[in-house]
């Protein structure tokens, strides 16, 4: 499968527990994206990445969020001390620098 | 982009028929229209995107026009069939930005 792919799909978590994302973006897409989604509602992004460099991070990303895209190819999202309010699908998207963002299958976060 | 609103929430029509989804912008800057399918439980997937140099664009059964002086854009799907239910979501975004989303459109197709 040569497309975006994320892991885990699925993720059940106390509140209060570190939880960590990965996702592996098409080969040669040098931009990757995160937003988060919640049932019903359409997707919000996250942040973004050129390459290794982080260029936009949103208001909705508070300091318990962290990314990282350390190789420029894959990145990992990090949620410290998770509560009940980060339950949602966090989708990862890629794209070349101009280009359609494909998106990942999602990784679903129930926080219990 | 700042701000899209999407219209209707919920569409249902009869298999065959067509199928028309309407979003309005707000950035002026914005260049570029993407539209997504969603399906229960799966990826938002792209199922045709329009730039701001093209007032209209066609891919088989489905079709986006964009008018940029009135900012708003639509999704038209003819001849409808059951495995065009789904979510739908309109986008834009301006030069190399993230993409703003609507609110999505879930649209019923009754056999």
């Known amino acids: 499968d040569t497309g975006v792919s994320q892991d885990p799909r699925h993720k059940i978590t106390k509140r209060g527990q570190n939880v960590t994302f990965r996702c592996d973006p098409i080969s040669e897409h040098n931009r990757l994206y995160w937003y988060r989604q919640t049932l019903g509602q359409g997707p919000e992004f996250l942040t973004y990445f050129q390459n290794e460099a982080q260029l936009e991070k949103s208001r909705l990303l508070s300091d318990r969020f962290s990314a990282e895209r350390p190789k420029g190819s894959f990145s990992t999202l990090e949620i410290q001390r998770t509560e009940q309010g980060d339950s949602a699908m966090y989708l990862c998207?890629?794209?070349?620098?101009?280009?359609?963002?494909?998106f990942g299958p999602g990784t679903r976060l129930t926080v219990t | 982009g700042e701000n899209v609103e999407q219209h209707p929430s919920t569409l249902s029509v009869q298999e065959g028929d067509s199928a028309v989804i309407k979003c309005t912008y707000s950035d002026s800057a914005s260049n570029y229209f993407p539209w997504y399918k969603q399906e229960l439980g799966k990826r938002p997937q792209l199922i045709i995107d329009i730039r701001s140099n093209v007032g209209e664009k066609k891919d088989q059964r489905i079709a986006v026009t964009l008018n940029k002086t009135a900012k708003h854009f639509s999704l038209h799907i003819t001849e409808t069939q059951p495995e065009d239910s789904a979510v739908y979501f309109c986008?834009?975004?301006?030069?190399?930005?993230?993409?703003?989303f609507g609110t999505g459109t879930r649209l019923t197709i009754i056999p």
């Open positions: 998207a890629s794209s070349l620098t101009i280009g359609e963002q494909y």
């Open positions: 986008a834009e975004k301006f030069g190399n930005e993230k993409l703003t």
